[in-house]
């Protein structure tokens, strides 16, 4: 069963930084591209950044290039998205993703929330 477990989630402020972690389970985690995603209020899904299998390719959007960083650590079966200059426009659900075998598989997401 395919498991993804967004962490690391919360409350900052402008100009500041976290650390989101997603736990996969239940597949070969070191065979795939993975992705993160979010959803801000009222807003639907954006795409945020990508990373091949081997982790040494990766992919920005244009809004979070320069600020954002995915990394993976195929050893412990984990994504990660360091975020830094934290913008209010940050402030979204952040979800994990993998898509393989023609279905897409998604975690609960966490919540990023960036106000003063």
């Known amino acids: 069963q395919v498991q993804l477990v967004e962490s690391g989630g919360g409350l900052v402020q402008p100009g500041g930084s976290l650390r989101l972690s997603c736990a996969a389970s239940?597949?070969?985690?070191?065979?795939?591209?993975m992705t993160w995603v979010r959803q801000a209020p009222g807003k639907g899904l954006e795409w945020v950044s990508e990373?091949?299998?081997?982790?040494?390719?990766?992919n920005y959007a244009d809004s979070v290039k320069g600020r954002f960083t995915i990394s993976r650590d195929n050893a412990k079966n984990t994504l990660y998205l360091q975020m830094n200059s934290l913008k209010p426009e940050d402030t979204a659900l952040y979800y994990c993703?993998?898509?393989?075998?023609?279905?897409?598989?998604w975690g609960q997401g966490t919540q990023v929330t960036v106000s003063s």
């Open positions: 993703n993998a898509g393989f075998m023609g279905m897409n598989y």
């Open positions: 990373v091949n299998s081997r982790g040494d390719n990766t």
């Open positions: 239940g597949f070969t985690f070191s065979s795939k591209t």
